[in-house]
């Protein structure tokens, strides 16, 4: 009989504690949370999380499959604080922490070469200088994974909405290098991105969406983000500017690394600003290195006297060909002499990087070449109708002779 007594008391509290565990569960399903995330409503973490698993869910981490529980750890089958916390659970990792957890999946090639994703970041952040702030001297004002990627919402490069799109990027970076007392404590400047802004590069960027022109990370790397030194610029920009680049190479201003390493560059442009050099400036450019007067300064003052005379010759030369266009006139020809001329003009950008004067000097009479024949063209066809109106002047003069003759004849036979 006491057997029995102890069977049944087991059982009745064995259907107490599964109402119970089915009183909770039902309580979950109908939480006005987990029902707002349309979640699975078996899934714990939506009792207290549902606004982060939400966000999650945009990302392209729950497109794979992952859950909470895969980077924290914990119960989600639990609905209880206790023991869905239990075991081995992270909330809120720390930043070396975030890095650990990141580079547990990123770092491992067998998942990642699936996805046609590197597998180097980890060791790229190690070289960084944002890296070497975090690991080596502890400083948590470096950035980890989430301070770019962020933590639940992680959405591919691609996605316009990503962080790391490639017109957030230097938004994304500026909220730490534009934080005026953050940048004091290295004494960096903070002007950087409104330089990026109105540069060439930053032009292309926002107002054209040529997303090959680079950003940020395009110079300075972005898991392994440092300044390029002053030796290692001209690589930096020939990476997109080519021939630029090589011209460079073959010119005067190219030197070899070491102490006297010529500036590269950053001797005639800036390196956020990255402004073109107006024809009309080349002179006030050379006097930040070379004296007026000296050789360099005289054959600046050359060079600049070529560029100028062939911009204004392709000025008045488009302006020749609307004042043929405005007369109804075919310009084909004249179009294609004025192609002819800007790919010179632009010839002699390229050459001017290695200050090939002969070059210079024969592509400078090409342009004018071409440009003359445009406006020989439009003056002749100016002057036909300003001869053709003086032929007018005779006729009109015969016909109101005629008319008055008839006038008075009329007036004299009324009479």
Partial sequence: MRSLGIFLTVAVLGATVA????????????????????????????????????????????????KCHDCHGGNPDSFERATAHGGRFLGSPDKFQTIDLCSSCHSDPNQMRQYGIPSDQLAEYRTSMHGRLLLEHGNTDAPTCTDCHDAHTILRPEDARSNVYPTNIPTTCARCHQNVELMAKYSLPTHQFEEYRISAHGVAVFERSNFAAPTCMGCHGSHAALPPGVTEVVNVCERCHVLIGQAFNQGPHWGPSGADARPGCLGCHSNHGTERVAPDSITFVCANCHESGS????????????????????????????????????????????????????????????LDLDMIDDLSRRVSSNTELVRATAEARAEARWEHKLLLVPVWFLALSAMTFVWFRLRDLRR
């Fill in 19 to 66: 109402e119970f565990a089915a009183a909770d569960v039902t309580y979950a399903a109908s939480h006005p949370a987990v029902q707002a995330a349309g979640q699975d409503s078996t899934y714990g973490c939506l009792i207290c999380h549902a606004e982060k698993r939400r966000s999650f869910t945009l990302g392209v981490h729950s497109e794979r499959g992952l």
């Fill in 295 to 354: 050789r360099a300064g005289l054959m600046g003052e050359e060079l600049q006297e070529d560029l100028v005379r062939a911009a204004e010759s392709i000025a008045l030369a488009d302006s020749s060909i609307e004042q043929l266009l405005s007369t109804g006139r075919k310009v084909t020809d004249e179009r294609f002499r004025y192609q002819t001329a800007l790919t010179n003009y632009g010839q002699m950008a390229l050459a001017l990087h290695s």
